[in-house]
């Protein structure tokens, strides 16, 4: 008869452990499993992904109901484990179910430390823990603005992060004089405020929270010494302390954690404890690692395996905190006796610290380059003697940047459950056996079968290391980065292929190139179909089937499926006619939400459909191509019509640049503006192309970008006539179209290639001539699309549903309706 | 088995999805480039993104709100993502007509 096993806690160190577990023997155990919250077992780390939307809850669950099943796992889900009889050898849980067990194992995990405030208790005061603080989160963004986080540690800023993303004013409140001093020294920490300040965080340090303010719910929180700020949310991550309450009322021996020997037994014989709850040798661990190191010698234990016991573990930090890398390891501040070597580089925003004492690393620091952090550790664990040579250990052997240890010994030196990706727990051993077992010879085969580097990407080296290590370096697929999954080429000598043998279609290209997929993938097809007609305007027949469902139906498809309507308004001009026709269409077809956009034109959200061409037709107004990677708006401010700064007139420059290279199709978004003066008010230097007017001229800005990457345009060239304006945009939206990657902006464009390049190229009047030429020929092409759709039947009937006859008997009457 | 006689096949263009009602159910009809008509149910399990409006690759369709590639032979996700949709047989009779084929249990036709 199998002994039976349970397990209080469904968390990621316990469950790591089971799955150890029925590794190593699978048939030993009949397996319970009590876990409080109502999931299977899921990435805690990526709960911070669920409240920026990167992530849902199925995306970041590691076990699903399927894998308990599968191994005959009891799970008792939203049940809390209420008591335990050491005697009777049994446990309650609050559901009244009495679980007996040979061998249990507590892995509770740990709770939220929650300040005892005074109005702590309030509406709307948090902490950041389990899928349902998410949710409250959520949810509260979508009526309130003002968040507050208590705690500037790592996980009050992924709150912080998080709240950003859901649109909320944020400020972090911390005690302490600078962030994240647990892994930080204070250098690192100020560069990384100074990073997370700029993404629109606000920070209150030195700050000793005092008092919850409101009545029902909170409305601001005050502080110790006199000053307050307002809330609608208080979330507090302070830290967390482990969760033992249990334990100790069931006589187990406790102290800060519940107390394991280094076979992590408790006091109690068959009752053992792993992950946060757990206390070894004076340390309760926060981080994943060391949990998934406990739950491995634990798993060895009871499945019976030889083992040398847990010894604890050393603890390093490499983190992505809001998209900058970090790394800590060991002691990395000054003390008498130490001695550090830093490097510091504002420009790039890199600082690295190596702590050493009696020539020997001791501790490091590594802010916005972490490329070192494996090497550090690993010489931290060693302690190899550096006495006199200490500056090899940054800058190599040469002063250069030779690695001092190979990243082959680095490999060597990790043992095979080490954590290698820390987002999704796997471990060196895991990563082995994709390459011996299921054949992965390449990273991104490896991040296929095991997700390891998927998330974060930081251990993208170590990964690569261990497949050189395992494979050998000459076995090893050196993928060289195709323009997608499909084909090893790249963007250049795809449009090289293309232009030199005349292909006109993808499949012609696929079939030239060889392409591994027969017809592709989402992320070649709309680009190919992009070149083709970049290159062959005339020949290529525009590829619907290849186009991204924005442009193919000529609308934004909406997260419900709807879709939006954005009519050409040309700088932002309109007429009360133009306005009436919009209103009248909108009410006629019930339209949920008419918005402004930011480029100065009318957005109809919340379109059926079908109902698209219809109201295209009522509207009788061209596309706005709201939706396109092409030429979207050209914003204006209005200039000397009216302003009595402007000196030039901008609605007009503006229009003619609407008119002339609307309908245009561009690698990506192009948005355009025309200032009237200097003052800029139409933002012209964050555009794609800006022109600003001064005094007996027009200034050209390119490059610039006001959305995900934020960059100021550079200045193209100064001309003086409206004429001019036109040729250098026509020139320069050309070179762009013929020379950038599909889906690249022209800010990253340009950052690639340089403002110099872009000048060089649109030097000469012949040179830019020829561009004009060619974008002339281009244009001259398109048609406005809604009303071709308007027009054609064909067009059309791809916006209906058809509808199955409502019964079979009905299929003989005839046809369906269309 | 019942059959549903859907519409005809030159009312499909090719990889490029349909969208079907079928009585409580919205299915996403497509017909590959070896001229076979796939049915699935017209829902994403990520996020219930309508897979008629993907981009099909060979047999391949991707949903298009987060790009999940989901197999139009069995409904199964592809990795590294996990998850299935409900698929349905489609026949095209000898004068092109498309037709749904709907066993007792997953209709929900009344």
């Not at chain 1, 102290?255 to 394991?260: A, Q």
């Not at chain 1, 302003?643 to 007139?649: A, I, K, L, M, S």
């Not at chain 2, 009809?29 to 017209?42: I, Y």
């Given at each position: 008869?199998?002994?039976?096993?349970?397990?209080?806690?469904?968390?990621?160190a316990g469950?790591?452990?089971?799955?150890?577990?029925?590794?190593?023997?699978?048939?030993?155990?009949?397996?319970?499993?009590?876990?409080?919250?109502?999931?299977?077992?899921?990435?805690?780390?990526?709960?911070?992904?669920?409240?920026?939307?990167?992530?849902?809850?199925?995306?970041?669950?590691?076990?699903?109901?399927?894998?308990?099943?599968?191994?005959?796992?009891?799970?008792?889900?939203?049940?809390?484990?209420?008591?335990?009889?050491?005697?009777?050898?049994?446990?309650?849980?609050?559901?009244?179910?009495?679980?007996?067990?040979?061998?249990?194992?507590?892995?509770?995990?740990?709770?939220?430390?929650?300040?005892?405030?005074?109005?702590?208790?309030?509406?709307?005061?948090?902490?950041?823990?389990?899928?349902?603080?998410?949710?409250?989160?959520?949810?509260?963004?979508?009526?309130?603005?003002?968040?507050?986080?208590?705690?500037?540690?790592?996980?009050?800023?992924?709150?912080?992060?998080?709240?950003?993303?859901?649109?909320?004013?944020?400020?972090?409140?911390?005690?302490?004089?600078?962030l994240?001093?647990?892994?930080?020294?204070?250098?690192?920490?100020?560069?990384?405020?100074?990073?997370?300040?700029?993404?629109?965080?606000?920070?209150?340090?030195?700050?000793?929270?005092?008092t919850i303010?409101?009545?029902?719910?909170?409305?601001?929180?005050?502080?110790?010494?006199?000053?307050?700020?307002?809330?609608?949310?208080?979330?507090?991550?302070?830290?967390?302390?482990?969760?033992?309450?249990?334990?100790?009322?069931?006589g187990?021996?406790?102290?800060?954690?519940?107390?394991?020997?280094?076979?992590?037994?408790?006091?109690?014989?068959?009752?053992?404890?792993?992950?946060?709850?757990?206390?070894?040798?004076?340390?309760?661990?926060?981080l994943?690692?060391?949990?998934?190191?406990?739950?491995?010698?634990?798993?060895?234990?009871?499945?019976?395996?030889?083992?040398?016991?847990?010894?604890?573990?050393?603890?390093?930090?490499?983190?992505?905190?809001?998209?900058?890398?970090?790394?800590?390891?060991?002691?990395?501040?000054?003390?008498?006796?130490?001695?550090?070597?830093?490097?510091?580089?504002?420009?790039?925003?890199?600082?690295?610290?190596?702590?050493?004492?009696?020539?020997?690393?001791?501790?490091?620091?590594?802010?916005?380059?972490?490329?070192?952090?494996?090497?550090?550790?690993?010489?931290?664990?060693?302690?190899?003697?550096?006495?006199?040579?200490?500056?090899?250990?940054?800058?190599?052997?040469?002063?250069?940047?030779?690695?001092v240890?190979?990243?082959?010994?680095?490999?060597?030196?990790?043992?095979?459950?080490?954590?290698?990706?820390?987002?999704?727990?796997?471990?060196?051993?895991?990563?082995?056996?994709?390459?011996?077992?299921?054949?992965?010879?390449?990273?991104?085969?490896?991040?296929?079968?095991?997700?390891?580097?998927?998330?974060?990407?930081?251990?993208?080296?170590?990964?690569?290391?261990?497949?050189?290590?395992?494979?050998?370096?000459?076995?090893?697929?050196?993928?060289?980065?195709?323009?997608?999954?499909?084909?090893?080429?790249?963007?250049?000598?795809?449009?090289?292929?293309i232009?030199?043998?005349?292909?006109?279609?993808?499949?012609?290209?696929?079939?030239?190139?060889?392409?591994?997929?027969?017809?592709?993938?989402?992320?070649?097809?709309?680009?190919?179909?992009?070149?083709?007609?970049?290159?062959?305007?005339?020949?290529?027949?525009?590829?619907?089937e290849?186009?991204?469902?924005?442009?193919?139906?000529h609308?934004?498809?909406?997260k419900?499926?709807?879709?939006?309507?954005?009519?050409?308004?040309?700088?932002?001009?309109?007429?009360?006619?133009?306005?009436?026709?919009?209103?009248?269409?909108?009410?006629?077809?019930?339209?949920?939400?008419?918005?402004?956009?930011?480029?100065?034109?009318?957005?109809?959200?919340?379109?059926?459909?079908?109902?698209?061409?219809?109201?295209?037709?009522?509207?009788?107004?061209?596309?706005?191509?709201?939706y396109?990677?092409?030429?979207?708006?050209?914003?204006?401010?209005?200039?000397?019509?009216?302003?009595?700064?402007?000196?030039?007139d901008?609605?007009?420059?503006?229009?003619?640049?609407?008119?002339?290279?609307?309908?245009?199709?561009?690698?990506?978004?192009?948005?355009l503006?025309?200032?009237?003066?200097?003052?800029?008010?139409?933002?012209?230097?964050?555009?794609?192309?800006?022109?600003?007017?001064?005094?007996?001229?027009?200034?050209?800005?390119?490059?610039?970008?006001?959305?995900?990457?934020?960059?100021?345009?550079?200045?193209?060239?100064?001309?003086?006539?409206?004429?001019?304006?036109?040729?250098?945009t026509?020139?320069?939206?050309?070179?762009?179209?013929?020379?950038?990657?599909?889906?690249?902006?022209?800010s990253?464009?340009?950052?690639?290639?340089g403002?110099?390049?872009?000048?060089?190229?649109?030097?000469?009047?012949?040179?830019?001539?020829?561009?004009?030429?060619?974008?002339?020929?281009t244009?001259?092409?398109?048609?406005?699309?809604?009303?071709?759709?308007?027009?054609?039947?064909?067009?059309?009937?791809a916006?209906?549903?058809?509808?199955?006859?409502?019964?079979?008997?009905?299929?003989?009457?005839g046809?369906?309706?269309? | 088995?019942?059959?549903?006689?859907?519409?005809?096949?030159?009312?499909?263009?090719?990889?490029?999805?349909?969208?079907i009602?079928?009585?409580?159910?919205?299915?996403?009809?497509?017909?590959?480039?070896?001229?076979?008509?796939?049915?699935?149910?017209?829902?994403?399990?990520?996020k219930?993104?309508?897979?008629?409006?993907?981009?099909?690759?060979?047999?391949?369709?991707?949903?298009?709100?987060?790009?999940?590639?989901?197999?139009?032979?069995?409904?199964?996700?592809?990795?590294?993502?996990?998850?299935?949709?409900?698929?349905?047989?489609?026949?095209?009779d000898?004068?092109?007509?498309?037709?749904?084929?709907?066993?007792?249990?997953?209709?929900?036709v009344?």
């Amino acid at each position: 008869m199998k002994k039976k096993l349970v397990m209080i806690g469904n968390g990621m160190a316990g469950v790591s452990f089971v799955e150890q577990l029925l590794k190593l023997n699978p048939h030993r155990y009949d397996i319970t499993i009590i876990g409080a919250e109502p999931h299977p077992n899921y990435n805690r780390i990526m709960l911070s992904s669920v409240l920026a939307g990167d992530a849902n809850m199925q995306d970041i669950v590691l076990n699903d109901w399927d894998w308990y099943r599968n191994n005959n796992i009891t799970l008792l889900a939203g049940q809390t484990a209420t008591a335990i009889d050491t005697a009777a050898k049994t446990v309650t849980t609050d559901k009244k179910e009495v679980v007996s067990y040979d061998e249990l194992v507590i892995a509770s995990g740990s709770l939220p430390f929650m300040l005892p405030l005074p109005g702590a208790d309030k509406e709307g005061v948090i902490a950041f823990r389990d899928i349902k603080d998410c949710e409250t989160m959520i949810e509260t963004s979508k009526k309130y603005r003002k968040a507050v986080v208590i705690g500037g540690g790592l996980l009050g800023l992924e709150a912080a992060r998080g709240l950003i993303n859901l649109n909320m004013e944020v400020k972090v409140v911390h005690i302490h004089g600078y962030l994240m001093e647990r892994q930080l020294d204070e250098t690192a920490a100020r560069m990384l405020q100074s990073e997370l300040e700029r993404q629109g965080m606000q920070f209150l340090l030195s700050k000793q929270s005092d008092t919850i303010l409101g009545k029902k719910r909170v409305t601001g929180l005050s502080f110790k010494d006199g000053s307050q700020v307002e809330a609608d949310l208080i979330v507090m991550a302070v830290g967390i302390k482990p969760n033992v309450q249990l334990a100790k009322d069931s006589g187990i021996e406790v102290n800060r954690g519940i107390v394991v020997d280094d076979h992590l037994q408790t006091s109690v014989q068959n009752i053992y404890s792993v992950g946060e709850c757990a206390e070894h040798r004076g340390i309760a661990y926060g981080l994943v690692a060391p949990l998934y190191e406990q739950g491995a010698i634990l798993a060895k234990q009871l499945a019976g395996v030889e083992n040398e016991g847990y010894h604890g573990s050393v603890v390093s930090t490499k983190l992505k905190v809001s998209g900058v890398n970090v790394f800590s390891a060991g002691r990395f501040t000054d003390e008498p006796g130490t001695k550090a070597l830093r490097v510091q580089d504002d420009l790039d925003g890199i600082y690295k610290k190596v702590v050493f004492q009696n020539g020997k690393v001791v501790g490091a620091v590594l802010f916005g380059d972490t490329a070192d952090g494996s090497r550090l550790f690993s010489l931290i664990r060693k302690g190899e003697d550096f006495s006199g040579r200490e500056k090899e250990v940054l800058f190599g052997p040469s002063g250069g940047a030779g690695a001092v240890v190979s990243s082959a010994d680095l490999v060597a030196d990790m043992s095979g459950d080490e954590i290698v990706c820390g987002c999704n727990g796997i471990t060196k051993d895991t990563i082995i056996e994709a390459i011996t077992e299921q054949s992965c010879v390449s990273v991104n085969e490896i991040k296929a079968c095991t997700k390891a580097s998927g998330s974060c990407g930081g251990c993208k080296p170590l990964v690569e290391a261990i497949l050189t290590s395992t494979l050998g370096a000459d076995n090893v697929k050196t993928i060289k980065e195709g323009i997608c999954g499909c084909t090893k080429h790249s963007r250049d000598e795809v449009v090289e292929a293309i232009k030199k043998m005349h292909l006109t279609t993808t499949k012609e290209v696929m079939h030239v190139m060889e392409w591994d997929n027969p017809e592709g993938c989402s992320k070649c097809r709309p680009a190919l179909n992009y070149y083709l007609g970049m290159a062959w305007p005339e020949e290529h027949e525009d590829e619907l089937e290849s186009r991204f469902v924005n442009e193919r139906n000529h609308a934004n498809i909406q997260k419900d499926g709807t879709f939006s309507v954005v009519p050409r308004i040309y700088g932002g001009v309109t007429t009360p006619e133009d306005l009436k026709k919009i209103a009248t269409v909108a009410e006629k077809y019930n339209v949920p939400m008419v918005k402004f956009t930011g480029g100065q034109r009318i957005d109809l959200l919340g379109v059926k459909k079908e109902d698209l061409p219809h109201m295209w037709r009522e509207l009788d107004m061209p596309s706005g191509y709201a939706y396109g990677k092409a030429l979207r708006t050209v914003k204006t401010c209005v200039g000397n019509t009216f302003c009595r700064f402007g000196t030039q007139d901008a609605i007009k420059m503006g229009i003619d640049m609407e008119k002339k290279f609307e309908r245009l199709n561009t690698p990506h978004k192009v948005k355009l503006a025309v200032s009237g003066c200097p003052r800029n008010c139409s933002e012209a230097t964050i555009k794609d192309l800006g022109v600003v007017a001064i005094d007996g001229g027009w200034e050209i800005h390119v490059g610039g970008n006001g959305g995900m990457k934020l960059r100021a345009a550079e200045l193209l060239v100064k001309v003086k006539t409206e004429e001019e304006v036109l040729e250098w945009t026509g020139a320069y939206l050309q070179f762009y179209r013929e020379t950038a990657n599909f889906a690249e902006r022209t800010s990253e464009w340009a950052g690639r290639i340089g403002l110099g390049a872009i000048k060089k190229a649109l030097e000469t009047k012949e040179d830019r001539e020829a561009l004009v030429a060619r974008i002339d020929k281009t244009l001259a092409l398109t048609k406005d699309p809604w009303q071709q759709i308007v027009e054609s039947d064909d067009l059309r009937k791809a916006f209906d549903a058809l509808t199955a006859p409502a019964s079979p008997e009905a299929a003989a009457a005839g046809d369906a309706a269309i | 088995m019942n059959e549903f006689k859907i519409g005809h096949i030159s009312e499909f263009p090719e990889r490029r999805g349909r969208v079907i009602l079928f009585g409580e159910i919205e299915l996403a009809m497509f017909k590959l480039s070896d001229g076979t008509v796939r049915a699935v149910e017209n829902r994403c399990p990520h996020k219930n993104g309508k897979l008629s409006e993907g981009i099909v690759c060979d047999h391949h369709v991707y949903c298009p709100l987060h790009d999940w590639k989901i197999d139009l032979h069995d409904g199964l996700v592809q990795a590294p993502d996990d998850g299935c949709v409900e698929t349905y047989p489609v026949l095209v009779d000898d004068n092109g007509n498309v037709i749904l084929q709907v066993s007792g249990a997953n209709s929900k036709v009344s």
